[in-house]
């Protein structure tokens, strides 16, 4: 009776090990992290221009609606992004030392204002530098128990960056 008592234990803590280690995320936190990867990432471009600005703001839907007036695209795959958890922690902003710094290729767009213009879908989006330029990058990390790391949010599938751009 006891050693049944003890398999049913050591089965229960298990399943809830394994359970922590697979939870899927919330479709509201994986809508989250689809957006950011729409508006945020794009890995197959070199971008630079305020023609690829124009563009890539129409194509990923954010000109109409609700108007973003700036807009980085991160010129890196998901996983070079991820990455940059795995370097030395440094401190954050608010004094936290779940801060990691690494580089990547970006290209900043920002809408031009022209009077008379009220929309976003009218205005044109030059590219700020009128080039991609690899920028250092702060990113807050959360870890899990195992240590994983991955950029906060990633976790909630949010990949919410805080990103601190600082031209090298």
């Known amino acids: 009776m006891a050693l049944q008592r003890t398999?049913?234990?050591?089965?229960?803590?298990?399943?809830?090990?394994?359970?922590?280690?697979l939870v899927q995320p919330s479709y509201?936190?994986?809508r989250m992290y689809q957006r950011?990867?729409?508006q945020h990432v794009d890995p197959d471009a070199t971008g630079g221009n305020d023609a690829y600005c124009n563009l890539m703001m129409q194509r990923r839907k954010m000109?109409?609606?609700?108007?973003?007036r700036f807009n980085t695209f991160i010129h890196e795959d998901i996983w070079n992004i991820r990455s940059i958890c795995s370097t030395s922690n440094i401190q954050c902003k608010?004094?936290?030392?779940?801060?990691?710094?690494?580089?990547?290729?970006?290209?900043?767009?920002?809408?031009?204002?022209?009077?008379?213009?009220?929309?976003a879908d009218t205005g044109p989006w030059p590219a700020l530098d009128g080039l991609s330029l690899p920028v250092r990058v702060i990113q807050r990390c959360l870890c899990t128990l195992t240590n994983r790391c991955s950029?906060?949010?990633?976790?909630?599938?949010?990949?919410?960056?805080?990103?601190?751009?600082?031209?090298?």
């Open 28 to 30: 509201g936190q994986d």
């Open 7 to 21: 398999h049913v234990l050591l089965l229960l803590l298990l399943l809830t090990l394994l359970g922590l280690g």
């Open 151 to 168: 950029p906060a949010g990633v976790m909630a599938q949010q990949l919410a960056f805080n990103l601190l751009l600082k031209q090298q």
């Open 36 to 38: 950011f990867l729409r």
């Open 94 to 119: 608010n004094g936290q030392m779940n801060c990691h710094e690494g580089v990547v290729k970006v290209t900043d767009c920002r809408r031009q204002e022209v009077p008379g213009l009220p929309t």
């Open 63 to 68: 000109t109409s609606h609700y108007c973003k």
